[in-house]
DNA sequence: CATGTGCATGGGACC
DNA sequence: GTCCCATGCACATGC
């Protein structure tokens, strides 16, 4: 039935998948229904490239004479994009057409609509969740949908649950129909089964065969209830899932026994709790067969056989099944939804008269897998599932593992935040008799009767090997799938998205046991496959999966924040190494160069640009040369060094050499002068990476830190910069984005600073720093001054010259010294209560030296490297070097350890001495030069001074 | 010094 | 905005 006026509406779809684009109107798109919206619609799956989204699941309606939004033939109104935030939209109608939602008249009840529909051969849109809930969509008999294009005939039934009626002969399709007819009619009894209770839904799998036949959509505990009166919530939804895929399990069997019907369009429950593994692992099917064979052909069973669809034809299938119902009101996160096997179930099971219920799973973090050997448990799963503890101490708990070894664990908790985190203690001989590492996926589940605990275990089984490159695309891919499940997740309100990219990938192998196939995934730079090495269990390939886990650790769990739209994961096709070398300086930058540990930094104050990667060569002649290869021909062409292109660059940009602008011109390079120089660029890509590793980053960050605190302490970090250099307000330790007050405090000085309560980690790290050195140093002190004593009144009475000519500012000499008497231990007392200013600079300690003499020339500079070996000296070493001969002379000779660390500038204005301070960051660039404030700068220069050899000596 | 233990913290998921 | 939880960290304990 065509719309009033004669105007057919055309459904269109749009693959979000940039790299697909696949649209259902022309562009070779063919979609499979996914999951229920819980705001309206289904999610789709690409056919295509396997993706799903559902944002944009009624996206382009238009009509197919005139392009375009039109007003509602029916009602008037008009005619909005059907996405699900429109509200004048039209419902696309499993029968075809669409439904205006606000006059609810359908433009089409048609069973076969080829030509109104050309896309519906391809797209299986069906109503709203509700509609399809209250199943007032399918009061009618199942839709038949022929395939305008291959007469398939896509049959929708009343459980929503297409399915294909493949390559039928044209002649053939009458007869089909009426089988299907035929089939209607048996169907209406077997709705009629009675449903299972939530309490067996883990099991029904194994031992209900009548699960096999439940009524799809409607399976709940209080089934009475009036479906439409149920809202989608989460938990109802959630609790169709499962029901939803015994649905299909009543179709499979139905369709078996028609032999004609190739397998359901989709399993909803896998849609749902495993939408990530569905949507990529389908699509290994669609680029080996791009007919619909999405499951191999369910083997015939017998007539009157029990048939368990997912025990007997998808054994393996990893279904994420709602748990089983616990204590309290707790809803268990679906990221904790155990995913488990029958065939896994079964091996737990082992005894057939048991019944195992699925509880949850966890995937076990670094710390979960560590040697402390505490798994956090999520506290829902905890108070829902193991027995209730009143105290910190917990209880013991034994779970029985797959092998029916019992493990004992402590289950406790610790307060947290007026709340609890619940831990399983001294899981360290499980985890490691399992061989089980982060990444790897416990699971925990409830033998019935009798309440057992039992845990199983499911490795981390993807394994990847492949190079660098493909492995980005990989990451590439499950991010987009990962994002677009998480939106569809989201919205759905039942299923989150998987905890992250390894599991995204790891769920789409976990769905395919037989792994026996490759596994595909359109990318966006095309297709990536890997292979599922081995069998559940098997861990082939450590490497790579370590490598891949490190990986997804690093882009976060369940970072979200690296979750992006379709489009922009169109950028993503490289790995950070890679991004780093196309960054590039803003052409209009113009650098400031900061010497940092004798390296020179370039700072710039606009942010980099992205450039076409090209590649720099030196001739013998030491000329340099920058190569780009056109993005047309692929020649490579030489361009001046500074130039900077963006994106896209074909020969005819090449503006700097008219001989080589056109495509047609020869490459300057001969193909081994090429081949030398990509083999050079990728060594020395090689080179840099590997040189990377070796930077540890740890011993970079504990060298770095150390020093700076080292020098912090000291109150010279800020004498690291020379005149030649520009200001700096940032350290390398920082990363983009951190917003401590170093990093936030512009070139200018301007701006905050730090003061003594700052706790950004600078200032933490130095006071903690500062605090160990000064304890260190108080007790070495106090174990000293017994057998010093003799010596103390000595090296207290040479003291007062020096310290007091060189380390005090007269400002703090004024407000902190009460006596002339300072000695090492009233200086510790006072560097432990005393405050850190750390918008000190050393220079201001040079104050008042500047203004007993002429400004001196500025020191070379220092190292914090050189600070760090300094301090790291052994004491006799140092003394010797500043020509002290006991501990007294280093205590009394505070200032003498200036020879080493040389003096800060000195100031050449008369400021005040906080201005000074100030100033001096602000002229330096270094806020992180550090020092007591004026409560004790001098004494801390001073007994950082000293502290430096006591720590040396202490260690 | 290594390891264990208890708690704190902060990022991020979820509401 | 709240709360979860992965992890860091300080302190305790044992070797």
């Not at 505490?374 to 209880?395: D, H, M, N, T």
């Not at 990938?505 to 976990?510: L, M, N, S, T």
């Not at 990363?735 to 200018?748: D, E, F, K, L, N």
């Amino acid at each position: 039935m065509a719309m009033p006026g004669g105007v057919a509406p055309v459904v269109a779809m749009r693959c979000t998948n940039p790299a697909c684009g696949a649209t259902a109107t022309g562009g070779g798109g063919d979609w499979r229904k996914g999951w229920p919206l819980r705001s309206g619609g289904f999610a789709l799956l690409c056919d295509k490239c396997g993706l799903a989204y559902e944002q944009f699941v009624f996206c382009d309606i238009f009509h197919q004479k005139e392009s375009g939004w039109r007003d509602c033939s029916f009602c008037g109104k008009r005619l909005h994009c059907g996405c699900v935030a429109s509200k004048n939209s039209y419902d696309l109608l499993d029968s075809g057409g669409v439904q205006c939602v606000t006059c609810m008249k359908n433009s089409a009840a048609h069973s076969v609509v080829p030509k109104l529909f050309p896309c519906q051969n391809n797209l299986r849109i069906f109503g709203k969740s509700d509609e399809l809930l209250s199943g007032r969509k399918f009061e009618q008999s199942p839709s038949l949908m022929l395939d305008s294009r291959n007469e398939d005939i896509a049959i929708v039934n009343k459980s929503n649950h297409s399915f294909i009626v493949k390559g039928i002969e044209a002649g053939q399709s009458s007869s089909i129909l009426r089988q299907k007819e035929i089939e209607n009619g048996a169907r209406q009894i077997k709705w009629e089964q009675p449903t299972l209770s939530i309490g067996d839904m883990g099991r029904p799998f194994l031992t209900r065969s009548q699960s096999a036949l439940e009524p799809p959509q409607y399976t709940r505990r209080d089934d009475n209830r009036d479906p439409t009166t149920d809202s989608t919530t989460s938990e109802s939804i959630s609790e169709a899932c499962l029901s939803m895929s015994l649905g299909i399990a009543n179709n499979a069997n139905r369709m078996e026994a028609t032999s004609t019907v190739e397998r359901p369009i989709l399993s909803p429950t896998t849609a749902i709790a495993e939408g990530r593994e569905l949507t990529t692992a389908l699509s290994p099917f669609q680029h080996a067969q791009r007919a619909r064979h999405f499951l191999t052909r369910p083997p015939r069973v017998g007539e009157g056989a029990v048939f368990d669809p997912t025990k007997d034809i998808f054994p393996h299938l990893r279904v994420a099944r709602p748990p089983a119902e616990g204590r309290g009101r707790n809803q268990l996160l679906p990221r904790y939804w155990p995913r488990i096997t029958d065939q896994e179930l079964q091996q737990i099971s082992g005894d057939s008269n048991s019944t195992i219920v699925p509880l949850f799973e966890k995937v076990l973090s670094a710390s979960d897998a560590g040697r402390i050997g505490r798994l956090v448990l999520p506290k829902a799963c905890a108070e829902a599932y193991f027995p209730p503890i009143s105290q910190p101490e917990g209880r013991p708990l034994t779970i029985q593992d797959a092998r029916g070894k019992e493990w004992h664990f402590q289950f406790r908790f610790w307060p947290n935040n007026n709340s609890r985190m619940y831990v399983l203690e001294g899981v360290t001989p499980c985890i490691q008799s399992l061989q089980l590492q982060a990444g790897d996926t416990v699971t925990f589940s409830r033998i019935e009767p009798g309440g057992k605990l039992v845990m199983g275990f499911r490795k981390a089984t993807n394994t990847v090997s492949l190079p660098d490159s493909q492995i980005s695309a990989i990451a590439n891919g499950s991010l987009l799938s990962e994002t677009l499940f998480s939106t569809a997740n989201e919205n759905l309100g039942v299923v989150s998205g998987y905890p992250g990219f390894l599991q995204s990938i790891k769920g789409a192998a976990d769905l395919h046991p037989s792994s026996l196939y490759e596994h595909h995934m359109n990318s966006a730079d095309g297709d990536v496959s890997w292979l599922k090495a081995d069998k559940f269990g098997s861990r082939p390939d450590e490497g790579s999966l370590q490598f891949l886990q490190k990986r997804s650790r690093n882009i976060g769990s369940k970072s979200r924040r690296f979750l992006m739209d379709a489009e922009d994961a169109m950028e993503l096709k490289l790995t950070w190494e890679e991004a780093q070398e196309l960054l590039r300086p803003a052409p209009t930058a113009k650098p400031t160069v900061v010497m940092i540990e004798d390296y020179e930094f370039e700072e710039y104050d606009e942010p980099p640009v992205f450039a076409k990667r090209s590649i720099f060569t030196i001739r013998a002649t030491g000329e340099q040369d920058q190569w780009i290869q056109c993005d047309d021909c692929s020649k490579w062409r030489r361009l001046p060094l500074t130039v900077i292109v963006a994106s896209k660059w074909t020969c005819t940009d090449n503006s700097w050499d008219p001989k080589n602008c056109s495509c047609s011109a020869p490459e300057e390079l001969t193909p081994k002068e090429l081949q030398s120089v990509l083999q050079q660029y990728e060594e020395m890509r090689r080179r840099k990476g590997s040189y990377g590793l070796k930077l540890n980053v740890a011993e970079m960050d504990a060298s770095s830190l150390d020093a700076l605190a080292t020098a912090a302490v000291f109150g010279d970090v800020g004498n690291q910069g020379t005149a030649s250099v520009a200001t700096t307000t940032k350290h390398p330790r920082h990363r983009p984005g951190c917003t401590c007050i170093v990093c936030i405090q512009p070139p200018s000085g301007k701006g905050p600073k730090h003061n003594p309560a700052c706790t950004c980690n600078v200032c933490m790290t130095v006071r903690r720093r500062f605090k160990t050195l000064m304890m260190r140093k108080k007790q070495r002190q106090s174990e000293r001054e017994e057998a010093e004593a003799s010596k103390k009144i000595a090296w207290v009475n040479r003291d007062e010259p020096e310290g007091s000519n060189l380390s005090r500012s007269p400002q703090t000499l004024d407000t902190t010294r009460d006596s002339s008497d300072v000695t090492m231990v009233d200086k510790v007392a006072d560097m432990n209560k005393g405050h850190i200013d750390l918008n000190f600079h050393p220079a201001a300690r040079d104050d008042h030296q500047g203004q007993h003499g002429a400004p001196q020339a500025r020191p070379p500079p220092v190292s914090m490297m050189g600070l760090l070996e300094v301090a790291n000296r052994p004491l006799d070493n140092y003394m010797k070097q500043n020509g002290l001969t006991s501990l007294a002379g280093e205590q009394g000779g505070g200032s003498s350890s200036t020879a080493t660390v040389p003096p800060a500038p000195v100031e050449s204005e008369e400021r005040t001495s906080n201005e000074v301070r100030v100033a001096s960051v602000e002229r330096e660039g270094e806020p992180e030069a550090m020092a007591v404030d004026e409560a004790g700068d001098n004494q801390q220069d001073k007994a950082a001074d000293d502290a430096a050899p006591a720590a040396a000596a202490a260690t």
